[in-house]
């Protein structure tokens, strides 16, 4: 199978029963996007598939061939970290740091979608969207942190977005 992996053309032999997560841990060794639960409930594996973010654990590899994949280790551009990575080190957005790959992949595809003007459950408008604590929340519920450190993960986002989180 063929992809494009954080900007790398890349190969791997999947076995097709084997998840997008499985392939990217095991076989290419990029162990950043992390197994919570394995069952799509946690968000710890979430990845950019075309832009999009998805659960990796949710979706097979072979599913994938000729995709652009983006996974926690291609978000830097060599020692320069993304906005998101900085704002999460600035804000203290993270405690144990097991959620925190997930919730940064997931944080990246929430802001492309704000910019496309997709609109969320709790949008208060379907022409635009304005980033608040409870669109925000909305929008990240998808992923966990056992450790609550939500507070400080909104304002990561916010920060970056260009946005009040309050």
């Not at 097991?98 to 208060?124: D, F, K, N, W």
């Not at 942190?145 to 989180?165: L, M």
């Amino acid at each position: 199978m063929h992809f494009t992996i954080n900007g790398e053309a890349r190969e791997a032999e999947a076995d097709i029963r084997a998840s997008l997560l499985d392939m990217l841990r095991e076989q290419l060794a990029l162990t950043g996007t992390k197994k919570g639960c394995d069952h799509g409930q946690c968000g710890a594996c979430t990845v950019l598939v075309n832009g999009r973010r998805i659960n990796a654990c949710l979706t097979l590899a072979v599913m994938h061939e000729g995709d652009e994949i983006v996974t926690i280790e291609g978000l830097a551009e060599g020692d320069t970290l993304h906005p998101l990575q900085a704002a999460f080190i600035k804000h203290d957005a993270f405690q144990c740091g097991y959620c925190t790959p997930g919730q940064i992949m997931s944080a990246v595809g929430m802001l492309s979608e704000v910019q496309a003007g997709v609109p969320s459950h709790v949008s208060a408008s379907l022409e635009t969207v304005a980033l608040d604590e409870a669109e925000i929340s909305e929008r990240m519920s998808g992923n966990l942190c056992r450790c609550s450190a939500y507070p400080n993960i909104v304002d990561a986002i916010a920060e970056v977005a260009g946005a009040r989180a309050s």
